[in-house]
T-cell receptor, first 112, second 114 residues
């Protein structure tokens, strides 16, 4: 079985500041891990994914995440926030052939 | 590009009505999923299907049913809508079981039950 915990339902950063969104997972099998982004009134769009290759994963829009097995974490970062990054972000885990299990989401606000 | 199309973006229905939410994908994907999204609860899995005419219950199937008569189409049915089913419904698909698990999502259907 898999589960995901996202720490912080709402994160607020200043434009140009570091973005850090936290995700911890639990999985009984080697996990596949994902970050999705959702803009208002839209579906979910894949930002990046970890599939047991490189532990540092680069995604779209300057985001990256690092898989740390010892910490069961997959935190999402971006060096410099932009106003257009304001959205809701979801971390998700899968065992490969199982449905994705999602966290509760983190709403990112970017302050000018 | 993969396209997952949900037939209705916004619906308003009355309590007790039967509601159909339709989802079509154009990339010959084997697996299809229905999630509901509520503030503070994230996405919760209602039903999924790994093949035509197959269906599996997810975490919150009560009050819902599904139909998958054709590979490209996966319908979510609310037999008798209730106000606690007011939510955003998201359909998703992926190529096959055993792959990385990445899902491709539709734009969502926002249902209001009065």
């Amino acid at each position: 079985a898999q589960s995901v915990t996202q720490l912080g339902s709402h994160v607020s950063v200043s434009e140009g500041a570091l973005v850090l969104l936290r995700c911890n997972y639990s999985s009984s099998v080697p996990p596949y891990l994902f970050w999705y982004v959702q803009y208002p009134n839209q579906g979910l769009q894949l930002l990046l994914k970890y599939t047991s290759a490189a532990t540092l994963v680069k995604g779209i829009n300057g985001f990256e995440a690092e898989f740390k097995k010892s910490e069961t974490s997959f935190h999402l970062t971006k060096p410099s926030a932009h106003m257009s990054d304001a959205a809701e972000y979801f971390c998700a885990v899968s065992g490969g052939n199982t449905p994705l299990v999602f966290g509760k989401g983190t709403r990112l606000s970017v302050i000018a | 590009d993969v396209k997952v199309t949900q037939s209705s973006r916004y619906l308003v229905k009355r309590t007790g009505e039967k509601v159909f939410l339709e989802c079509v994908q154009d990339m010959d994907h084997e697996n299809m999923f229905w999630y509901r999204q509520d503030p503070g609860l994230g996405l919760r899995l209602i039903y999924f299907s790994y093949d035509v005419k197959m269906k599996e219950k997810g975490d919150i199937p009560e009050g819902y049913s599904v139909s998958r008569e054709k590979k490209e189409r996966f319908s979510l049915i609310l037999e008798s809508a209730s106000t606690n089913q007011t939510s955003m419904y998201l359909c998703a698909s992926r190529p096959t079981a055993g792959n990385t698990g990445e899902l491709f999502f539709g734009e969502g259907s926002r249902l209001t039950v009065l």
